[in-house]
């Protein structure tokens, strides 16, 4: 089961995965976009800072799904902008999954629009599939290239910092990243730098020193929380982001993965937990966590079971329940339900993220990171609630 997992994890966890290109109008306005310039400022999360942060992915992949005049700035204290992917000779490919053109137009416009509501701008750097063009970049041949790549483009888009997602991180991996997070300190001291990190199966708790001799040049480790669960082998069913209440079977927890690094040497000021703007659709007959699979597994998550696609299509209160010992919510059916013929949904909702939240800041957590804000954004509701899980979120977890 230990090596299966490992093998699982290491294919699964996507943080923040790669995906096809999108497409939209990015000068759609919308009445529950942030006020802009009149927005209050959020604290920064710098090293040492106690102050909390929200940090929401925005790719450009899924910007039809949410125009960049709509974002909810006044809910977020960075904006991770992706992605711009390493070369294996130290450059960057900059098309952010759109094009040559648009791609950077709007990374250059959602920094624009951060700032002007005093929200840090954070370029997304990587991502699944890209293993390749991390070894070769952060090689000793073309590290300090693609250190002077990452600069100049941050310079060009007008971003604050970069979010190194380096993934998956094999044990040969953690010393060029190390020399890496290092030079790019070095070069900019004030710059922002964070990572995503992978979630720990709680039956083998031991995380990589990596990440411990990072935490001192790293602004932000965030924990990439969500799709935790499938149809594995051992396995039993459970919810895509439990906070609680993981179990031999069931050994995947916010909680207990953010634990894991804490006894790993990470502090947790630095640490983010993970909240997916998506759910996970089980088929097969699973209708509930902790059952046997019987061959039911995932079929769609994310980009498919978008959190607006799951309240605009799947949602029906009398499917609703919530596990109250793992703080998550579920839609659960007799018989397949919707496009996808869904009989367990596990998704988050407002009353999961502020058990999160409420977890975060009694443990002395830095702050949560959302992977996606596209997906959170409902375009078809009434004005004001529009963005709720991410005023959720910010409630939550902000000061």
Known sequence: ?????TLLVSALLGACG????GGGDASTTDPDAAPGADSAPRPDAAPGDPGHWVSGYYVGYQRDLYPP???????????????????ATGGLTTTFDIDATQGPAMAIDLADRAHAAHVKAVLMVGGAGEHDGWVGAASAAHRAAFVQALLDAMDAYHYDGVDLDWEPIEAADEAPLTALVHDLR??????IITMPLGWVNANFPDVSAVYA???????QLNLMSYSM?????????????ALAGQGGTTPSSVSSSLEAYVAGGVPAAKLGAGIGFYGSCWTGGATGPGQSPNGSGVVASDNEMSFAAIMNTYYQQAAYHYDTAADAPYLAWAGGHGPRGCTFLSYEDERSIAAKGAFVRAHGYGGAMIWTINQGYRAGAP???RNTVLSATAAAVLP
């Open 213 to 219: 001799q990072l935490a001192p040049d790293l602004d």
């Open 383 to 385: 004005a004001g609630q």
């Open 18 to 21: 790669a995906a096809s290109a």
């Open 1 to 5: 089961m230990r090596t299966l997992t």
């Open 69 to 87: 005049a709509a974002v909810d700035f006044a809910s977020l204290t960075h904006l991770i902008v992706g992605r711009v992917t390493p070369t």
């Open 186 to 191: 070095a070069a900019r001291p004030g710059m």
């Open 229 to 241: 669960a499938d149809g594995w082998e051992g396995w039993s069913t459970w919810h895509s982001s």
